[in-house]
Nanobody, 126 residues
Framework: QVHLGESGGGLVQAGASLRLSCAAS????????MAWFRQAPGKEREFLAA????????YYADSVKGRFTISRDNANNTVYLQMNSLKLEDTAVYYC???????????????????WGQGTQVTVSS
């Protein structure tokens, strides 16, 4: 019942920054854990970051830790992914997702996702 719409993707050069937005509609997301994943052609969908319902706790994949920041604004029903120091290998479709909280956030995986956005393309050029 929660519908997610990502925006903010685009074409940038290596080293640049982008901020992705995930606008939720249909119902409030303030009770849900949220996450970002990405998928490149020929690759499996990859977990990037997760955030607890209040925004108090975040967790990142090693590949983006220190470069990406997940945040949320529950009053505006929106989740963000700030991406800095982008690399060529960051090129992918980025997906926002609603997750459950049945497992520790450090174990967040595809199995925990209940809703997906449509994705937004991020392309990083050398």
């Amino acid at each position: 019942q929660v519908h997610l719409g990502e925006s903010g993707g685009g074409l940038v050069q290596a080293g640049a920054s982008l901020r992705l937005s995930c606008a939720a509609s249909g119902r409030s997301i303030d009770s849900y854990r949220m996450a970002w994943f990405r998928q490149a052609p020929g690759k499996e969908r990859e977990f990037l970051a997760a955030i607890t319902s209040s925004g108090a706790i975040t967790y990142y994949a090693d590949s983006v830790k220190g470069r990406f920041t997940i945040s949320r604004d529950n009053a505006n029903n929106t989740v963000y992914l700030q991406m800095n120091s982008l690399k060529l290998e960051d090129t992918a479709v980025y997906y926002c997702a609603v997750g459950t909280s049945r497992r520790p956030i450090t174990a967040m995986s595809l199995a925990d996702i209940t809703s997906w956005g449509q994705g937004t393309q991020v392309t990083v050029s050398s």
